[in-house]
């Protein structure tokens, strides 16, 4: 996890391009009015659409931010991992169909339970799941590629629930493969990547006591995986 240095220095350098684009539409619009210049309808909404845009873009790294204020209010219950899994797929299955990913999944059904809480796991599964399809695309625009799959297994290991998210994308190169956990660390154009999912689902595995690890060959994909201590109950 990043000092607090490192976090505002990257807070600082996400939060100012944005900024300096509100900025510099601000500052037209404001030039335009001073100089009585007319401005073309089209011209005005392109500008005001952009600032929007970036309003909005502000606003998402804030709303990413409070989930790292959020770590100390963990309320965990008892759940069956297959549960949150189950519901981002019911979410995103659609779309990563529409994308041309095809999904597999083997899931154990007797999975034991371990603490955790099921909402905040979707939001591990939905950063995994995207960083997936991100992956795939982007090894298809370079290279043609493979045809996308991303497979989900859950299954149980001396005491430990894991569950392995695995792509078939760009995979990572080796420097690289601890840096992805720090915040702000990205590899995707500005404006797309926040370079904050894989550090927010680091935290969050973290506070229910799992523990999330990649391994990865360069060029031909990677694998995620999570494991949790099983409680001794098994899911009925
Ligand atoms: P973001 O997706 O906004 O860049 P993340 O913290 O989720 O932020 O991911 C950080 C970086 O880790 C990505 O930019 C990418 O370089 C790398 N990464 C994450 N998941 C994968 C994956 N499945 N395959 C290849 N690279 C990945």
């Excluded at 490192?6 to 001073?34: F, W």
């Excluded at 297994?153 to 894991?162: H, R």
């Amino acid at each position: 996890m990043a000092t607090l240095g490192e976090m505002s220095a990257g807070v600082a350098h996400e939060l100012n391009q944005p900024l300096s684009v509100i900025g510099t539409g601000s500052d037209y619009l404001r030039k335009c009015v001073e100089r009585k210049r007319s401005i073309d309808p089209e011209a005005l909404l392109q500008v005001a659409r952009e600032l929007n845009e970036q309003v909005e873009r502000a606003r998402r790294i804030i709303a990413h931010l409070r989930e790292f204020g959020r770590k100390h209010e963990v309320s965990a219950q008892s759940i069956s991992l297959n549960d949150p899994i189950t519901g981002v797929l019911g979410l995103l299955g659609q779309q990563l169909a529409v994308h041309d990913i095809q999904v597999r999944t083997e899931l154990d059904p007797g999975l034991p339970l371990v603490l955790g809480d099921v909402n905040r796991l979707e939001q591990v599964f939905i950063n995994l799941v995207m960083n997936a399809r991100d992956a795939i695309e982007q090894r298809r625009e370079e290279a043609g590629g493979p045809e996308g799959l991303i497979e989900i297994k859950s299954f149980t290991q001396g005491g430990q629930v894991v569950v392995t998210v695995s792509d078939n994308g760009t995979g990572i190169a080796p420097a690289d493969q601890d840096r992805i956990f720090q915040p702000f660390f990205t590899s995707k154009e500005v404006g797309k990547g926040t370079g904050l999912g894989l550090s927010i689902s680091y935290g969050i595995v973290r506070d229910f006591g799992g523990s999330i690890a990649v391994e990865s060959q360069p060029g031909q994909g990677a694998t995620f995986r999570l494991s949790f201590p099983a409680l001794r109950e098994a899911a009925a």
